[in-house]
């Protein structure tokens, strides 16, 4: 048979870069905490046989489809950041990448909608990492908070002062009327505009959200009022970070207030009316 024809396993066969991202994985696992001033014997191993599993990690990557190479980039960018650098808010991506690439073993293609959300988690990971690190990045650019407010209306340089200027102090109707704003505010947001942010939101707090919305439909005791407004306050802070301080707030029993005329629900819609 002429050799050409004898078509040996190469390193394009999807199956290989399943094998070669877990090789990669396993090298890159034991560098957690390995700083780079390190010089010791054990730390160059672990970096020579890092490097040896990422070359050919990217030669199996080498004329796959670019499905393929797309997953590929996606988690080893996530993968990198995570255990090379420690960055545990990729952890999510990296995961999520590593379950995909397994799948290739098996040959299941990633579907199209998995790309996506793989794509929304690494966008999602660098934000937070942006947000969380402003000493090294700077203050978290306009452009990249502006799917992140609680209401369609704000605008990016108003959130922190409308935020600060509603009081913390709390009622039922209030708490229920917040929640129920982020909830609309990322179902609109995506429906008109969504970006990997506002997606990650919907698949992972917008489920929450209408739950809470439909439990605080019926009254509850302050314990449980302030269980909903701390779940609140911890579920939405990867997700909503411009004006997070809507969510600091401090429960109360009813709060008098005026009569909800037919003029203030046309322009207000469900907010609470103000205190009498």
């Known amino acids: 048979m002429d050799s050409r024809d004898a078509r040996a396993p190469t390193p394009s066969n999807p199956s290989n ?8 994985r396993e090298a890159l696992i034991p560098r957690r905490g390995i700083t780079p001033d390190r010089c010791d014997a054990a730390a160059t191993e672990l970096r020579n046989r890092a490097l040896v599993a990422e070359e050919r990690f990217f030669a199996a990557v080498a004329g796959l489809p670019r499905r393929e190479r797309t997953l590929a980039g996606h988690w080893e960018n996530a993968a990198v950041m995570r255990y090379r650098y420690g960055l545990e808010v990729f952890a999510r991506a990296e995961d999520l990448g590593a379950d995909m690439l397994a799948q290739l073993a098996t040959h299941r293609r990633p579907s199209l909608p998995a790309l996506t959300e ?4 690494c ?18 650019t306009r452009r990249a908070t502006r ?32 929640i129920r704003r982020d909830l ?12 990997g942010i506002t997606r990650e939101a919907e698949r992972h707090l917008v489920p929450w959200l209408k739950l809470a919305c439909e439990t605080l439909d019926s009254p509850m005791s302050i314990d449980g ?13 990867p997700y909503m970070l411009a004006a997070a301080d809507r969510a600091d707030v401090i429960i109360i029993d009813q ?12 322009v207000h819609g469900d907010e609470p009316p103000p205190p009498l």
């Open 225 to 237: 009022l302030e269980d909903v407004a701390a779940q609140w306050r911890e579920r939405r802070r």
């Open 255 to 266: 709060i008098p207030r005026q009569r909800a005329t037919l003029w203030w629900k046309l």
């Open 17 to 24: 870069l399943a094998y070669a991202a877990h090789e990669f």
């Open 118 to 121: 793989l794509c929304d988690a």
């Open 147 to 178: 799917r992140l407010r609680t209401a369609p209306g704000d605008s990016a340089g108003a959130d922190h002062d409308r935020a600060t200027d509603r009081s913390c102090i709390v009622d039922q109707a209030e708490l229920r009327w917040r």
């Open 184 to 195: 609309t505010s990322l179902l609109v947001e995506n429906a008109l505009a969504g970006n």
């Open 123 to 140: 966008t999602h990971a660098r934000t937070l990492d942006h947000h969380q690190r402003p000493e090294m990045f700077g203050a978290i």
